[in-house]
């Protein structure tokens, strides 16, 4: 019961993560139906930024959340900036073009971005500083930690906050109306070309925190941590329904919550030693408490992608989607 319900804790941590990624992929799918690969690597520039910024005023007499306020609050803008140059620069010259154009250019700038991040930062992986006091605290046998409570509370927060801009603001509306047909809403005096870059503007702040959150709980930042990241969180997207808000972020508590109880369990569950005939078979591995162990912990990236082909197969349209199939 207490790795249960740590499992569960853990995976509803980084499950808030993939969620608050995934918002970014689902809101410019909605809006224009891209995948925009690169966003992933704008995670990752929020988590170097603020990496930088924090690191800097590691020394200083600032008191410590307020420098963890400094970093975060230096990533929103430079990922919000670089969010608008890539649908300005990458993909509105592209908008009319076949899909396969800016799919490529997608990755293309997906590349570009790592390799901008290893000029700056360097090819080593950066300690992110753990400046705030994490404390543990004890739930039902199980461990959280003072990080993982932010984390969730913080994602609840954000998604609340983007739900309430999308359906209560006249911005949000304009943004639902043009992801319903673009030409229509043009028609009624919405500003596409305003819609679709606040719409990248938006889903890059929220990476930008994301990233300085996936930072401060794995307490490192790389300049290829946005690859995995960003293609789980996609997962997570097409697992909720790509183009759906709401499926987004169930996409992604469900991924989390999925590939942590897979780590804590899959391990024993594919341990031979335990069925009775495979056991006789290996006596000389299962002798004196030993282990055959098909599948450990070390698989959790399998989850993602394995849970990703099964959607695919068995309900393209996700869990509360659109109909990607058309869409794609």
Known sequence: MDILLQQIINGLTTGSVYA?????YTMVYGVIQLI??????????GAMVAFSIITSLAGSSLPPLAIVLAGVLAAIPACMLMGYLLERVAYRPLRHAPRLAPLITAIGMSIILQHLALLVWGRNPLAFPQIIDNRVFAIGGAAISSVQ?????????????LSWFIYRTRFGIAIRATAENVHVAGLMGVNANRVIAATFVVGAGLGAVAGVMYGS?????????????????????VLGGIGNIAGAMLGGILLGLVEALGTGYVGELTDLCHWPIASGVLAGHCADGGNFVLFGSNYQDVFAFLMLILVLVFRPSGLLGERVSERA
Do not use: P, Q, R, W
């Open 217 to 237: 709980y794995y307490g490192i930042a790389h300049y290829t941590m946005g690859f995995s990241l960003g293609l789980k969180a996609f997962s997570a997207a």
């Open 149 to 161: 409570v932010a984390i969730i509370l913080l994602s609840l927060s954000m998604m609340a906050g």
């Open 20 to 24: 608050v990624v995934a918002l970014g």
């Open 36 to 45: 925009n690969f690169a966003h992933g690597e704008v995670v990752m520039i």
